[in-house]
C-alpha cells in the first residue's frame, strides 16, 4: 500500500481567502477537527507574518499531539527562526520553506538569476535542517517552471536536507496532464526524489484542483496539500474532502493507495470550518453541499429505493451523516441525546453538552421535527469558539419590533451584562434596521462598516431554524457574528451582538497591548 499524506492548509493558505480571517480560539476549534480527522500535517500558519499568526502556530504547536505541525517560511533566515521559534514544542515539528521557480517570478518579483536562487535553496534548506528533521521546500509556482531547472531545484534541496519537496500550481494554471508529465519527471531526473515524499499543492482558479492533485498522485506524488471546503486564495485551495473520497471511492483507479484520514469525521470538519467562517456549503458542493446525497427527481428516486448502486456512488454515512435522521425528539432525555450525539462524532465537555441539551430542547418546544442538521447547528452554536461569552459581553434578553409594509419599523432591545440592562428604541427600515440601531446606541461598537448579512435555513420546513452571519468591518479586521434561531429576526439580532461584542473586546485588547 502507497500512503498519500494529507497536509492539511485550512489555516494557512485558506485563512488567505478573502473574509476567512480566523481568532486564536476558532483556528484551535479548527486544529481540533484536524487531529479527529487524523490529517498527517496541519500547516498551522506563517509565523513570521504578525505576531497573532506566531502565537496560533505556537499555541496549535503546544496542543495538538497526533499530527505534524508546520509553519511556512519564505527562504530567509528570519522567516525560518520564528517558524523554529513557533513550532519547536511541538511533538512532531516541521519548517516549510519556498522560494519561486518559475522564469516569471524569478525575473519580476525576485529579480534571482537561476544560480542565486539554487544557491538560495541550498543555503536555506541546510539552515533550516539544522534546527529541525522534517523540512518541507515548496518550489512556489513549480507547473510554470522550466521541469530541467525545477529537477535541478529539487535535487539541490533533497542534497541539503529536504524530507518533503512540494511541487505546488499557485495560481491554478496546470492541467491533469501537465501534473502527470512534471511529477513523473521530476521523479525521473531529480537525484532523491524517488527516496523523499513529493507533493503536490493545487489552486482551483480553472477549477482542475481536484483533479491536478488525483493526477500527482496517479504520477507518484506522496503528499496532497489541501484545506476543508476547498477554502484558499482566490478560487481556493484543492478541497480536502473531495480528494479524500475520490481515491477511497475510486479505489479501483487509485489501487493499492490509501490515506490515514478518518471520512467519518469530513461532514463535521467541514460545517465546523463554514461556521467559523460565517459561511455555507454551496448547494451542489462535491460532498459536502446539502444536495450532494439528495435525489429530487422522481427517476433517480425510483432507482434509489430499488438498488443503492443506481445513483449513488458513496453513502452519506460514509462522511458522517446519518440518514436515520429523526430519532430525537421532546421526551429524550440527556443520555438518548449524548448517545446520538456521540454517533454523529461529538464528543463534548459535561458543560457543553448541558449547554446543547437545553438548547435542544427549547428547540423541541418550537420546531416539530428535529434532525440532526437542527442539531449539528445547535451543537456548533453552543460550543463554537466563535461563540465563547465573555465576562463582559453584551447578551440578548429580549426585544420587541413593530413593522409593517407603509410604516418606519420600530425596535426595541433589551440587553444585559453582568447584572445590568441596558434598554433603547430606535426606528429603522425594516426590523432588523431598527434593531441593530438600538443594540448600537447600547454597545456603541464603533466604526465599522456593515459587511456580508446572510441567512440561510439550516433545514427545511416553515419552522426551520434560521442561521444569520454578520461581518463587520474595521480597515484592519473583519468579525464575524452569528445567531441562531427559528426566528428570523431574533438570529439576526444575536449574530449582530456577537460580532459587536468580538469587536469590542479585540479593541479592548489592542488597547490594553498598547498600554503595555
Ligand atoms: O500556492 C503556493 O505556491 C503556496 C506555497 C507557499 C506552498 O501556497
Ligand atoms: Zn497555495
Redesign the pocket.
Known sequence: MRQIKIFD?TL??GE?SPGCTMNLKEKIEIAKCLEKLKVDVIEAGFAISSPGDFESVNTIAKNIKECEIAS?ARSTEKDIDAAWEAVKVAENPKI?L?I?TSKLHMDYKLRMTEEEVLERIKYMTAYAKKYCSSIEF?A???TRSELEFLAKATEVAIANGATVV?L????GYSTPDEMKRMISYVLEHAEGAKDIELSV?C?NDLGMATANSLAGVQAGARQI?CTINGLG?RAG?TALEEVVMAMKTRADSFTDIDCRIDTTQLYRASKTVYNVIGQHAPLNKAIVGQNAFSHESGIHQHGVQANKLTYEIMTPESIGIHVNNIVLGKHSGKHAFQEHIEEMGYQLSEEDLLKSFDAFKALCDKKKNVNDDDITAIILDNTGAEMEVNEDDYRLDWFAVHTSNFTTSTSTVCLRKGDEKFEQVALGDGPVDAAIAAIDKIMNPGEHIFGKFSINSVSEGKDTLGSVSVTLETPNQKFIGRGLSTDVIEASIRAYINAANKMISSDKKAKITAQD
Open positions: 492548509t494557512r493558505d488567505q511556512l516549510h519556498f519561486a515548496s512556489e509556482d513549480a512540494n505546488p500550481d499557485t495560481v499543492h489552486h496539500e486564495e485551495n
